[in-house]
T-cell receptor, first 116, second 113 residues
Framework: AQTVTQSQPEMSVQEAETVTLSCTYD???????LFWYKQPPSRQMILVIR??????QNATENRFSVNFQKAAKSFSLKISDSQLGDTAMYFC?????????????FGKGTRLSVIA | NAGVTQTPKFQVLKTGQSMTLQCAQD?????MYWYRQDPGMGLRLIYY???????DKGEVPNGYNVSRLNKREFSLRLESAAPSQTSVYFC????????????FGAGTRLSVL
């Protein structure tokens, strides 16, 4: 079974600063995807970024980037130039395989507050 | 551009009552999922349907049943609601062989008194 651990229940960052959210996972699989989802107060789950395990290059999406360390089973999210709209719960998630029809395993989440 | 639609958005039940949470997706996705979210627990899988005609248990299936009515619809039924089932429920869908992204509905907040 896979497990996902987010060790920071809460974090805060000043507007325009950079913050890094940590995620580690445990699996014996070699083929998988990793994701970061954002959940603002509206409760909607929004995909932030995804990473294929076979890709060595770290994924980036505008101000969001990841540091994927496959050997260490680590998948951290860096948010640059933090904005008030980044205030949300952030969930790290694992998907086994590359078929697209397997469930996600989530971490418990990190609540991020961006302070003006 | 509806995506994944869940009904209802809010529901209050008394212990022992039954209800069905509805989920429909208009993206022609093969796979659908039900998760529940509790404070401090993240999202946990209840049941999923990898393809039309199949369903499988997840991490927390007790007290729930599911029906994959057709390719579009995947319902979750609580036969005899218990206070421990107070939670936010999310439905999601994904495409086999696609970008491997799960798309989520807006969630249903359920309170069992």
């Amino acid at each position: 079974a896979q497990t996902v651990t987010q060790s920071q229940p809460e974090m805060s960052v000043q507007e325009a600063e950079t913050v890094t959210l940590s995620c580690t996972y445990d699996t014996s699989e070699n083929n998988y995807y990793l994701f970061w989802y954002k959940q603002p107060p509206s409760r909607q789950m929004i995909l932030v970024i995804r990473q294929e395990a076979y890709k060595q290059q770290n994924a980036t999406e505008n101000r969001f980037s990841v540091n994927f360390q496959k050997a260490a089973k680590s998948f951290s999210l860096k948010i640059s130039d933090s904005q008030l709209g980044d205030t949300a719960m952030y969930f790290c998630a694992f998907m086994r395989g590359y078929s697209g029809n397997t469930p996600l395993v989530f971490g418990k989440g990190t609540r991020l507050s961006v302070i003006a | 551009n509806a995506g994944v639609t869940q009904t209802p958005k809010f529901q209050v039940l008394k212990t022992g009552q039954s209800m069905t949470l509805q989920c429909a997706q208009d993206m022609n996705h093969n796979s659908m999922y039900w998760y529940r979210q509790d404070p401090g627990m993240g999202l946990r899988l209840i049941y999923y349907s990898a393809s039309e005609g199949t369903t499988d248990k997840g991490e927390v299936p007790n007290g729930y049943n599911v029906s994959r009515l057709n390719k579009r619809e995947f319902s979750l039924r609580l036969e005899s609601a218990a206070p421990s089932q107070t939670s936010v429920y999310f439905c999601a869908s994904s495409e086999v062989g696609g970008p491997n992204i799960q798309y989520f509905g807006a969630g249903t907040r359920l309170s069992v008194l």
